[in-house]
């Protein structure tokens, strides 16, 4: 046991700071809160986005474009995933249930089949709409691309 090794006793050593507690404290008179201004005073919350008077960046940025509100927006399936399903499990109909099943959508999602990729056998597809690619590669093998709409 030497002096490098001391420490003071488990729980004897407060970690916060108490404020307010009189000069001698240490953290009395302002309460840290230094002098005058919106911060010293009690009950003062600052709004989102302010600076302190200067003009807020999102004031200041250009504002352009058009968000349309009643937007529709699917989940994205190309053909060359589909046919990855009917490889890997030997699928012959595919919907809803079974993208989300298999991960490719979550049960939420509005699901559209995309032409990207290349369909080599016959499968029945049934899902929320269908790019004109996909609904004719789908049709040519001799296959059916239902669309159920929203």
């Known amino acids: 046991m030497n002096l490098s090794n001391l420490r003071p006793a488990k729980g ?3 970690s916060r700071k108490r404020i307010g507690r009189g000069t001698g404290s240490g953290k009395g008179g302002t309460s840290t809160r230094g002098h ?5 005073r009690s009950g003062y919350s600052q709004k989102i986005g302010f600076e302190g008077g200067q003009m807020p960046l999102q004031r200041r940025l250009p504002k352009f474009g058009f968000k349309n509100m009643n937007r529709v927006e699917y989940n994205g399936i190309n053909l060359d995933m ?3 399903l009917v490889d890997k499990h030997g699928l012959t ?7 989300v099943q298999h991960g490719l959508a979550s049960k939420r999602d509005l699901v559209k089949v995309l032409g990207r990729g290349e369909l080599k056998s016959k499968i029945n597809v049934t899902v929320h709409a269908f790019s004109a690619a996909a609904k004719s590669a789908i049709e040519s093998l001799g296959g059916t691309a239902t669309a159920t709409g929203k």
């Open 12 to 14: 004897s050593v407060k």
């Open 93 to 99: 109909e595919i919907n809803h249930e079974v993208i």
């Open 82 to 84: 589909i046919q990855g």
């Open 36 to 40: 005058k201004g919106a911060q010293s």
